[in-house]
């Protein structure tokens, strides 16, 4: 499963800053304590959707979500994060970074109600430059 997913990663990441996660990457990712992962079938014989996330006592962090360009503005992130926002316990504090230019997502993010909370400067490399990630953080005790 690990390959299919970091197949996946590779596909929706590999031209945006963040760098695509290798199989056996995220075979030790899926393997760590407190994470949550889902993923999302589209009649397809690979996965079109995936989140991880980690959950700690009193948060849970966002680790990578991506949808397959050919299966975006479906509604496969939001129902992503819903099934996240469901399994960790309420009231727990949800964070995650996002590409200051990755307007799609923070729109996304902002409808999910996530809130800016910090920015992390020159967090994501581009080619040879670098660009801000913003921190944006919500409260799971609040219906998606």
């Not at 197949?7 to 800053?17: A, G, K, M």
């Amino acid at each position: 499963m690990a390959e299919v997913l970091s197949e996946l990663h590779t596909i929706c990441f590999d031209p945006l800053p963040e760098t695509p996660w290798p199989a056996t990457a995220m075979r030790t990712i899926l393997r760590m304590p407190g994470i949550h992962s889902y993923a999302l079938w589209d009649c397809e014989p690979a996965p079109v959707g995936l989140l991880i996330g980690r959950e700690t006592r009193d948060e849970a962090e966002v680790l990578t979500v991506c949808v397959s360009p050919t299966a975006r503005r479906k509604g496969f992130a939001r129902d992503l994060f819903t099934a996240f926002i469901g399994d960790i316990a309420c009231g727990t504090r949800l964070v995650l970074e996002v590409a200051v230019d990755n307007k799609n997502a923070i729109e996304l993010y902002k409808s999910l109600k996530f809130q800016e909370v910090g920015r992390r400067p020159n967090y994501y490399r581009v080619g040879k430059s670098r660009i801000d990630a913003l921190i944006m953080a919500r409260q799971t005790a609040s219906v998606v």
